[in-house]
């Protein structure tokens, strides 16, 4: 097997985040899903952006922000999504490649547009988000370049993509391109909802050993599960899983790796801004010691530090030099 040219390259959605804060009684009368992720569809879109506030945007997308913290830690990575032929894919692909990561992927023609999460932030830094996919759900597999998948140690796929059929048919082909390469395939499974809506199919590819390294917090562990028991669940999905990576939000995180565990608290924050991108953040951590063959206590530790980065201010992506940060909290 060759030496890979990428650490990681990430199939996920492409999309601008909009972040507004907002009072607790807005989300009330909006009728949203306080804390969660809700799919909208064009018309809801532009009633909730017409509803928020002064409003940050910056590109966003769950694989995509991991990959920008990933970037950042030193891996070299590459990025396959669906933008638009808009001034929002316009930006989102400058974004990406201004993080020096490689994304090729040609815009789409046409309606419907670059895909936008819009984003509300409570007084307490917690995110709710509603998420209009537009032109990332209409990815082809036609748009994977076999040879740039095969190239890369870790195949990292976005739970929220799995969604609509048509990256979804992308993703599974982009696993049997990865696996036959020998290469590594990393899934996150994203929020709850999509485990309702695909959990059968996220239980079967864990049955059947096609998932290498997993990503959960602890209510999509229930979900997955069917066993609200944290330790119960662990013991559960370890068994078939190589590496599981599940998250406690401040109760910290743990990693079983072919039998091995450790466990990380959560790094302290003065104040909590924005809980956007925590998770996303806390993989890139985890992964950037992964990649380069670090103990696995100190692949969580990394985790923890780049998600507490992240929650310290608005927006999905690390706003410091992660390597230095990484650095001064851990050591080198």
């Known amino acids: ?17 909009v972040i507004a804060s ?16 809700t799919l909208v569809d064009t018309d809801e879109a532009k009633t909730l952006y017409d509803a928020m506030g002064t409003a940050r945007e910056i590109s966003g997308g769950s694989a995509a922000n991991t990959l920008a913290g990933a970037s950042m830690l030193g891996l070299q990575c590459a990025f396959i999504g669906q933008v638009a032929d808009d001034q929002l894919g316009e930006v989102f692909t400058h974004d990406m490649r201004a993080t020096g990561i490689d994304f090729d992927t040609a815009p789409r023609a046409g309606d419907p547009p670059t895909g936008r999460c819009l984003i509300f932030v409570t007084p307490d830094g917690e995110r709710t988000m509603n998420t209009f996919l537009g032109a990332g759900q209409y990815l082809p597999a036609a748009a994977l370049d076999e040879e740039l998948i095969a190239s890369a140690g870790i195949l990292y796929l976005e739970g929220y993509l799995w969604d609509p059929e048509e990256p979804r048919r992308a993703m599974r082909r982009a696993i049997e391109v990865a696996r036959a390469a020998g290469r590594k395939v990393a899934f996150t499974a994203s929020e709850s909802f999509v485990i309702d809506r695909h959990g059968d199919d996220f239980r079967s590819m864990i049955e059947d050993g096609v998932i290498d390294i ?23 999905v370890s068994a078939k899983v ?31 801004v924005d809980t956007t991108g925590a998770g996303d953040q806390f993989a890139a951590g985890f992964l950037s ?8 206590e ?31 909290k851990l050591g080198s």
């Open 1 to 17: 097997m060759t030496e890979p040219r990428y650490d990681v390259i990430a199939i996920g959605n492409a999309v601008v985040d």
């Open 22 to 37: 907002c009072d607790d009684e807005l989300i009330e009368e909006l009728g949203l899903n306080r804390g969660g992720m």
């Open 214 to 236: 997993l990503f959960v917090n602890e209510h999509e562990l229930a979900t997955l599960t069917g066993d609200a028991d944290f330790e119960a669940g662990v013991a559960a």
């Open 242 to 272: 190589p590496v599981l990576v599940a998250t406690k939000g401040e109760a910290g995180a743990i990693a079983i790796a072919h039998g091995e565990r450790a466990e990380v608290k959560a790094q302290p924050v003065d104040k909590v």
């Open 289 to 296: 010691g992964y990649a380069k063959g670090e103990p696995l």
């Open 298 to 328: 100190r692949c969580l530790a990394r985790g923890a530090v780049t998600a507490a980065e992240v929650i310290s201010h608005y927006g999905p992506r690390p706003e410091v030099d992660l390597k230095a940060l990484v650095a001064e």
